[in-house]
């Protein structure tokens, strides 16, 4: 059974930074396109950074371009997304994603990824 889980959403102030963690399990990390996502109260939920199957590419939304980075660690299988310098308007749940067919999943509809974690909360406060 595939499942994601992330951990380490919090409540901090802006300017500093956070590690966000997305633990697999049920399928083998790098055979597939994984993310990280986001949604704030009333706003759509928008790609924020994403690991392309394959070619291993990788993705920013324009807004955390400089802040943010994804990796992971296939043997420990675990998608990080480091954010520094946060921002209040970075607040939302982040949403660890993952699906097995699509090249890259940050562009995608959301209805069309396979997997998606719980989500973790993020506040940023001024």
């Known amino acids: 059974q595939v499942q994601l889980v992330e951990s380490g959403g919090d409540l901090v102030q802006s300017g500093e930074s956070l590690r966000l963690s997305c633990a697999a399990s049920?399928?083998?990390?790098?055979?597939?396109?994984i993310g990280w996502f986001r949604q704030a109260p009333g706003k759509e939920r928008e790609g924020v950074s994403c690991i392309s199957r394959g070619d291993d590419s990788t993705y920013y939304a324009d807004s955390v371009k400089g802040r943010f980075a994804i990796s992971r660690d296939n043997a420990k299988k675990t998608v990080y997304l480091q954010m520094n310098n946060l921002k209040p308007e970075d607040t939302a749940v982040y949403y660890c994603a993952a699906d097995s067919l699509l090249l890259r999943i940050c562009d995608q509809p959301t209805v069309a990824i396979e997997y998606w974690g719980q989500g973790a909360q993020v506040t940023v406060s001024s």
């Open positions: 049920g399928f083998t990390l790098d055979n597939y396109a």
